[in-house]
């Protein structure tokens, strides 16, 4: 409903603005077809100049929620890490996460984003690169991770699997749950519908996938490396910054969330026998993770936005890719308004996404 | 049954022991303990050894460049400071009238220390205080008055800019916070939409594309005199974003003190502002205190975001410190001091924030 209305006002804003400068009142959104000129430094779509500037937008889409998803599950990680350590037990492992927070928490991302970027800039060359098992590369190209030979096939292939096994489970449940309202071929219809559709895009798949599974292991050649996945040092740098700042604050957040479980839970869990791995896996962790959710939304929304100092260090993300699409075209109105569309729409399609997995931990019942 | 013989028998022998079971309840409770602990201890004493012969016994203090930093000492580069501490502090600002920006960041961090007083905890004396103060900023930083020559404000830079985006950010976004939160919770209809789809609209896009906003859409729409100069269109968006935050923070304070606060103030025969004034905000102030202290401190980080707009703040001096190829290889030593100074107001901002709370009692309520 909000979102409906902040389009809208937006919307109205700029055709009155547009009206009162130029006298036309519906802003020439052409531009968006015209080819744009310039490059982009590194993007995960491909990207050149004659590409027309929707293009463009699409890109820097692309890399924000790239390095935005990337910041997210590193931070998730490293916050979930962090908010354990109080719980070992160990005064020392836990001043050493407090002492971490506290530093890296009071200094701005900015000047985190461009030590990293420097400290990157300044590894080793490509000949001499830092080798980590002999799988991955550190050197001031960037890092050098391997990848699967075709991923898209591999994200399609894991995503069919998945409806596959849902639709089969509900599939089971629609045929032995009598007691549902809806009707009959509604209720096992869909179920089997989307089934036989995952089954059929599997087996289509089938033949593609050790070929797309194949590891695709970086290997230097000359100069540089071949194969892989080659991470530039703008990413990279981006990446581990935001992982550090944002995983301080998803720390804190997972800290919180841990130590509020009752302690009669977790001493009821322990004199059930569980083993200490399990009293957090299944106690502790579900019981904390009503409280955790609202807060790491908001937290995971704030990674996704501060993607946008990328501009500090050049990685294009979809705020550099506006402000050079503001400046070339001369139209910044009409830029600024596709920007802050596109930053409202990711915004509310991850709130979206989080609420539901929200009402999920919720329905666990328990408050 | 106590026997007083018996207790001065059970103390520990003296300071010395005391600590050594302490230390042992604390940190080798039990062999898994002890492990964690032994492995921290290592790694602790390694990180701490490598950086002591890093940033002391194998630094360097005296070298004209950093390929004669590299040749001294394998350790940190701190002449790099010595040599370009005038351009990490004071930006671009003119060499010989660097005093002024010296001075004037004297007078704002002395008006933000003066202002957590509980003294000037009041509105009027903290207008007098800041008004006093920012006039002297102002007139310190731009001259033009009193035999002082003007600087633009485009040379303005280093820890005084960071300061005074900081304290006119405080300034401006306070209360157009309190007005947001306000007129969403008590205005009519119309009011409360316009205020929740600002403050939604703002809080949904990152800070930059605000500043960004503000910078152009400003000078689009508005004449020159109206809108000011680049720095203080910056500083409305800046003013903005934090208020926008910190008005939902408030309004949830708001809506925790209820009605009954509310009608007890009206039924006194107070109007709207005067119950505002005596009888809600200060108690709204006190609930949301923990949370304002937070965006406080973020907001400090964040006045960095001006670097992108093209000010020298300190984020921007740092890169400018190291620009000049003769110490570009000292960036890290360069890096590791603005931080320092980053953290020593962040760090104070959030411990100020921490007694503060202890101080007005939340749980006194």
């Not at chain 1, 001499?128 to 994200?155: E, H, M, Q, W």
């Not at chain 2, 010296?102 to 903290?126: E, Q």
């Not at chain 2, 005199?225 to 269109?233: D, P």
Request: charged residues 15%; positive net charge; glycine residues 8%.
């Amino acid at each position: 409903m909000r979102l409906v209305l902040v389009v809208l006002a937006i919307a109205v804003a700029v055709v009155v603005i547009h009206w009162l400068l130029s006298g036309s009142p519906f802003a020439a959104l052409g531009f968006l077809f015209d080819p744009t000129g310039w490059d982009i430094a590194y993007s995960i779509l491909s990207f050149n100049k004659n590409d027309p500037y929707w293009w463009a937008f699409v890109v820097g889409v692309t890399n924000t929620v790239t390095a935005g998803m990337l910041g997210i599950a590193g931070a998730t990680v490293l916050g979930f890490v962090t908010g354990l350590a109080p719980l070992a037990g160990n005064r020392l492992l836990s001043d050493l996460a407090r002492a971490y927070v506290d530093i890296v928490r009071n200094i701005p991302l900015i000047l985190q984003a461009a030590f990293w970027y420097g400290i990157i800039l300044h590894l080793p060359p490509a000949r001499s690169a830092f080798g980590v098992f002999g799988i991955a590369y550190l050197s001031n190209r960037g890092f050098c991770v391997p990848k699967f030979a075709d991923t898209v096939t591999v994200v399609g292939a894991v995503i069919l699997f998945l409806v596959l096994y849902r639709g089969v489970a509900a599939t089971w449940r629609a045929w032995h749950n009598r007691q549902e309202t809806s009707s009959a071929l509604w209720r096992r219809g869909v179920p089997i519908l989307t089934t036989l559709f995952a089954a059929a895009g599997l087996t289509l798949l089938l033949p593609h996938l050790p070929a797309a599974f194949a590891i695709d292991v970086p290997v230097l050649r000359g100069l540089n490396f071949r194969g892989g996945f080659q991470i530039p040092p703008e990413f990279a740098a981006l990446a581990t910054a935001i992982i550090l700042y944002r995983g301080a604050y998803v720390g804190e957040i997972f800290r919180g969330g841990f130590l509020s479980v009752p302690r009669g839970q977790i001493e009821a869990a322990i004199s059930l026998g569980l083993k200490p791995w399990m009293v957090l896996w299944k106690v502790r962790l579900p019981l904390a993770l009503i409280l955790i959710v609202p807060p790491l939304s908001s937290e995971y929304m704030t990674i996704v936005k501060v993607t946008s100092i990328g501009i500090v260090i050049g990685f294009a993300d979809l705020f550099m890719v506006s402000s050079s699409a503001a400046v070339q075209t001369g139209r910044p109105i009409e830029v600024i308004l596709v920007m802050m569309l596109t930053y409202l729409l990711l915004n509310y399609s991850l709130s979206g996404a989080l609420n539901v997995v929200n009402r999920r931990v919720r329905a666990r019942g328990y408050d | 049954m106590t026997v007083p013989g018996a207790i001065t028998k059970a103390q520990p022998a003296g300071a010395v022991a005391e600590l050594s079971s302490r230390i042992r309840r604390r940190y080798f409770r039990n062999p898994l303990d002890t492990v964690m602990s032994a492995t921290c201890l290592v790694l602790l004493c390694l990180a701490v050894l490598k950086l002591v012969r890093w940033g002391i016994s194998d630094s360097v203090w005296d070298a004209r460049n950093s390929a004669e930093c590299m040749q001294r000492g394998s350790g940190a580069c701190w002449a790099v400071i010595h040599a370009r501490f005038r351009v990490i502090v004071f930006g671009v600002y003119p060499y010989a009238e660097q005093w002024r920006p010296a001075v004037a960041s004297v007078v704002l961090i002395a008006a933000c220390l003066a202002s957590s007083l509980p003294f000037f905890w009041n509105v009027r004396r903290l207008a007098v205080l800041w008004g006093l103060s920012l006039i002297g900023f102002l007139t310190l930083m731009q001259g033009g008055v009193l035999g002082l020559a003007l600087v633009g404000e485009q040379y303005w830079g280093g820890l005084a800019l960071t300061v005074f985006v900081f304290a006119a950010m405080m300034i401006l976004g306070m209360p157009i916070a309190v007005l947001l939160a306000l007129a969403r919770h008590y205005g009519p209809r119309w009011m409360r939409l316009a205020a929740g789809t600002c403050i939604d609209l703002v809080r949904a896009v990152p800070l930059i594309t605000i500043l960004f906003t503000a910078w152009l859409f400003f000078s689009l729409l508005f004449p020159e005199w109206l809108t000011g100069g680049k720095l203080f269109r910056a500083v409305l968006g800046f003013s903005l974003f934090f208020a926008c935050y910190e008005a939902e923070v408030l309004r949830g304070g708001v809506q925790a003190i209820g009605r009954g606060q509310e009608e007890a103030a009206a039924a006194l025969g107070l109007r709207f502002w005067q119950r505002q004034r005596a009888v809600i905000l200060p108690q709204v102030w006190r609930l949301c205190l923990p949370q304002t202290m937070n965006l406080v401190v973020g907001a400090f980080k964040d006045t960095s975001y001006i670097s992108i707009l093209g000010f020298f703040d300190l984020v921007a001096t740092a890169t400018a410190a190291i620009g000049s190829g003769e110490w570009a290889a000292a960036y890290v030593e360069v890096y590791v001091v603005v931080a320092a100074l980053y953290f020593v107001f962040t760090y104070s901002l959030s411990r100020y924030g921490l007694y503060l709370e202890r101080r007005v009692g939340v749980a006194q309520r």
